[in-house]
């Protein structure tokens, strides 16, 4: 139940919004998008990493000007609802290790990574849209 309520403020907070989507292509807003600050580690990178490990996602790039994320993928293997679908597991899996996330100092970012994608595909294993 926390979870869920968690996961919830978190899609608030984020407030993501598909502003195009194409054929290979899905251009995401987000309003909370910004670079770290100068003493702040930018788990950005890392998150938007989880992402880019799927099969079929050719190019991500974040444009921070606009608030938005540009996502270029391979048309054969993924659709724009497939990757909503893959960034709604990844909030999940954000949300449940939270806690793990604010401790993680950043010489361990990769390790924690690691172990989120293998939260993920645990998830994606489960998940029926992308395994049809």
Same mark, same amino acid.
Do not use: H, W
């Given at each position: 139940?926390?979870?869920?309520?968690?996961?919830?403020?978190?899609?608030?907070?984020?407030?993501?919004?598909?502003?195009?989507?194409?054929?290979?292509?899905?251009?995401?807003?987000?309003?909370?998008?910004?670079?770290?600050?100068?003493?702040?580690?930018?788990?950005?990178? $890392? +998150?938007?990493?989880?992402?880019?490990? %799927?099969?079929?996602?050719?190019?991500? !790039?974040? /444009?921070?000007? &606009?608030?938005?994320?540009?996502?270029?993928?391979?048309?054969?293997?993924?659709?724009?609802? $497939? +990757?909503?679908?893959?960034?709604?597991? %990844?909030?999940?899996?954000?949300?449940? !290790?939270? /806690?793990?996330? &604010?401790?993680?100092?950043?010489?361990?970012?990769?390790?924690?990574?690691?172990?989120?994608?293998?939260?993920?595909?645990?998830?994606?294993?489960?998940?029926?849209?992308?395994?049809?």
């Amino acid at each position: 139940m926390a979870s869920s309520i968690k996961k919830k403020f978190a899609l608030s907070y984020l407030d993501l919004k598909v502003v195009e989507s194409t054929s290979n292509m899905l251009i995401l807003s987000c309003k909370r998008l910004k670079p770290a600050g100068p003493d702040e580690f930018d788990y950005t990178d $890392k +998150i938007l990493a989880l992402l880019e490990n %799927i099969k079929g996602i050719s190019s991500i !790039n974040v /444009d921070y000007t &606009k608030q938005q994320i540009i996502i270029k993928y391979e048309s054969d293997k993924l659709n724009a609802q $497939k +990757i909503q679908t893959y960034i709604d597991l %990844i909030i999940d899996v954000v949300v449940e !290790n939270l /806690d793990t996330i &604010k401790k993680c100092v950043p010489t361990k970012a990769d390790n924690l990574l690691k172990d989120l994608n293998v939260s993920l595909e645990e998830k994606v294993a489960k998940a029926p849209l992308l395994n049809s």
